[in-house]
């Protein structure tokens, strides 16, 4: 008779092996990937917002920026006035601590909260009488109970209870608005303010305060129960309120009774003696600490403060940020080296081609010949000054002229110039995209034109200009004799007909099929410029790579997209 075996197949077992590693792969993998690219893109951020915050500070003192790493860390390790705002966060911080510890030191903690709770329910007493003259009784009752509690504010009965709450409450304020005065003269008051209560801390008459509470706090329970049961508790918590702060009054008296009190004092006393010695500390470091006291530094100061040499590199591909300078020295960008190198070479070729492009050389051509003609009436109106009609003329030609320069035609003449420069020239990757995008659209344009045939504009334009000029060379016909020099605008017109026939004559050698390749090639650049790419992570996952932007005349690439 067959038996069953417990083991299972072994291949069974290698299997569910196989498959539960799979599984924990799948499941973990895609994880790691994200948060590292989340990671470097953060770190990548940090960097540069680090380096540009850092040649802001050098800028300050040098009055230009720098390209170099070493000279901008050489710099910052100089300068002592961010030495000195570390010393006085590091200063205040730990002055701050040594308030809280001997704000928290239980005896003083609960003598202050129970100060404070007595006062406010001395408070609600007083502030809420309107609401209490709903009821004769609960009125005088709050009339009673609020003199009674004077005692608690009396130094004749209870001396250093009082002098030591009316000082501790100084304290709690002093460091409430701690970063409101300067550090050393907080550190005087602290030290000062805790000796004195010390000298009365192993004093308080607690005996005494609770011979005087014991009878008070069962009035003021009964007192607050009837508020709250009271028509008066529908327009005012008062009721409540007074219930808590007298538990809260309680509780500390409750927690006073099982404290060391010879511990607390004691140890009251180790705190003082340390604030005397951040003082003594703070007196001989005058320059920092005659500041007002600072909790953390700016953003900005942390940033140029810690910044290391690893900080200058890229955690993706670990090469440099890119610092450019603008050529006035009026600001620096500094911007992520990632797929810098990849977007070259997207559209560098199509750089090479778009300057092998001769229909658009008379678009140039034309405005250069404008500028030629507006100089030369310029030239012409500064030799024949009086003459009305060659200064309206000059003012109508200027501004026919304009609409050509602000054409739609010229303008994309002009994007294409400008882009085979930076694609030839620029290590910006922002400045290559941005490029890139107007190539691309003034490829449309001059698509459309020559495809569709659309010289409107164009002739429009040039008719206007035509008969502003024929108008000009009518005006300077009447004159009987002109300055040396002048001479019409024929030559100038002829030349200006000789364009707009190169422009429309250049139909016939457009290949209108590689202005579509070239479109297409510039909006794949694009997009990858915006998207970035993928590489493989162990043969079966991917992770993505982009470039994280830059930072330029304050203005964080990365926020604007947001």
């Known amino acids: 008779m067959a038996t069953k075996s417990g083991k299972g197949s072994p291949l069974f077992i290698l299997l569910i092996v196989l498959l ?70 590091r200063y205040t911080n730990e002055l701050r601590d040594l308030v809280d510890e001997y704000m928290n030191i239980p005896f003083v903690k609960s003598l202050l909260a129970i100060s404070q709770n007595i006062n406010s329910i001395t408070e609600d007493l007083e502030n809420n009488k309107r609401y209490f003259k709903m009821n004769g009784d609960i009125l005088n009752e709050a009339d009673q109970l609020n003199l009674s509690l004077q005692v608690f504010h009396n130094d004749i009965k209870l001396p250093n209870f009082v002098s030591v709450v009316t000082t501790l409450d100084s304290i709690y304020q002093l460091r409430r608005d701690l970063s409101d005065y300067n550090l050393q003269t907080a550190a005087t008051m602290f030290s000062q303010m805790t000796q004195s209560v ?29 508020v709250i049961n009271s ?75 810690y910044l290391k040499k690893e900080n200058f590199f890229s955690p993706v591909n670990q090469q440099p940020y890119l610092l450019m300078i603008d050529a006035d020295s009026a600001d620096v960008k500094v911007e992520s080296p990632v797929l810098l190198e990849d977007l070259q070479n997207m559209v560098r070729p199509v750089a090479d081609e778009v300057k092998g492009l001769t229909f658009t050389a008379p678009f140039g ?64 990757f922002s400045d290559i995209t941005t490029a890139s995008e107007d190539g691309r659209n003034a490829l449309s344009i001059f698509r459309q034109l020559y495809g569709d045939k659309l010289f ?65 090639k510039l909006e794949e650049a694009i997009i990858f410029s915006k998207e970035g790419k993928t590489l493989p992570v162990y043969g079966i996952f991917e992770t993505t790579i982009k470039n994280f932007g830059y930072i330029y005349k304050n203005v964080k690439s990365w926020e604007e997209e947001n």
């Open 20 to 89: 539960s590693a799979a599984l924990i792969i799948v499941l973990t993998v895609p994880t790691q990937i994200w948060e590292k690219e989340k990671l470097d893109k953060e770190q990548a951020q940090y960097n540069m917002s680090s380096i540009y915050e850092a040649e802001k500070f050098y800028h300050r003192f040098t009055k230009h920026y720098t390209t170099e790493p070493d000279t901008l860390l050489s710099f910052l390790a100089k300068d002592s006035t961010l030495k000195h705002a570390e010393k006085l966060v």
């Open 198 to 226: 010390n000298t009365g801390l192993s004093n308080v008459e607690m005996d005494n305060f609770n011979e005087q509470w014991g009878p008070l706090t069962a009035r003021i329970e009964t007192f607050a129960k009837t």
């Open 231 to 305: 028509p008066i508790s529908k327009v005012t918590s008062t009721g409540d309120r007074i219930r808590d702060f007298n538990g809260t009054v309680n509780k500390n008296l409750d927690i006073i009774s099982r404290t060391d009190i010879n511990a607390n004092v004691s140890h009251a006393n180790d705190v003082q003696t340390r604030l005397e010695n951040a003082y003594q500390t703070y007196l001989k470091d005058f320059i920092v600490t005659n500041r007002t006291a600072q909790y953390r530094l700016a953003e900005q100061d942390s940033q140029v403060l």
């Open 365 to 428: 051509a034309y405005a250069d010949s404008l500028k030629s003609i507006m100089n030369k009436a310029l030239g012409i109106k500064k030799k024949i000054r009086r003459n009305i009609d060659i200064t309206i003329k000059n003012k109508e030609l200027e501004e026919v002229v304009g609409k050509y320069n602000n054409s739609s035609e010229y303008g994309a003449f002009g994007n294409l110039k400008h882009f085979v420069d930076v694609a030839g020239r620029s290590n910006s």
């Open 456 to 520: 409107n504009n164009i002739d429009s334009i040039h008719t206007q200009i035509r008969g502003h000029l024929e108008e000009y060379n009518a005006i300077l016909g009447r004159i009987r004799r002109l300055p040396r020099g002048v001479t019409n605008f024929e030559k100038d017109l002829a030349g200006l007909d000789a364009l707009v026939e190169q422009m429309k004559s250049a139909q016939s050698s457009v290949d209108l099929n590689q202005l579509d390749q070239l479109q297409k």
